[in-house]
């Protein structure tokens, strides 16, 4: 693994999953659970190019490693924690980035969760079928 003397830690969350982001100096390769991300999210190029949409902003692709702890959750709502967490990084490595980050909506959580499923009822919302007769 890269020397991880020194590196920049946040956390990104979505929906029900957690990304831990570390940020160090290197050549660009981004590590998700100890697998390349190329190989995390194979199916999905559109995937990866949303982790990368911090660095494609602000110029920085290939300069910094990326290694990332990630847990529940679907794909989407890693991707989405991961983007965050990095991005969260980045304003931690230097204050001034948080401008143009925000501008482009890269720092704000998604607040949206699951609702919960309630007493009586099929579903969060969903109710059992009205019979007239």
């Given amino acids: 693994m890269a020397n991880l003397k ?9 929906k029900s999953a ?10 660009g390769t ?3 659970n ?10 999905s190029k559109a995937m990866l190019h949303e982790i990368n949409k911090p660095f494609v902003l602000l110029d920085m692709q290939g300069k910094y490693d990326v290694t990332v702890v990630v847990s529940g959750g679907g794909h989407a ?4 924690a991961i983007r965050l967490g ?7 490595m230097d204050e001034d980035l948080k401008s143009t980050l ?16 309630k007493f009586g009822l099929k579903g969060a ?9």
Avoid: C, S, W
């Fill in 77 to 80: 709502g890693q991707v989405d």
């Fill in 102 to 117: 925000r501008r482009a909506d890269l720092l704000g959580r998604d607040p949206r969760e699951k609702e919960r499923k």
């Fill in 6 to 14: 020194h590196y920049f830690y946040a956390l990104g969350r979505r």
């Fill in 30 to 32: 981004i590590t998700i």
């Fill in 125 to 133: 919302r969903k109710q059992r079928q009205f019979t007239k007769r």
């Fill in 18 to 27: 957690t990304a831990r982001v570390r940020v160090l100096p290197g050549k």
């Fill in 34 to 43: 100890g697998m390349i991300a190329g190989d995390y999210f194979a199916n």
């Fill in 86 to 92: 990095i991005a969260k990084a980045l304003t931690v």
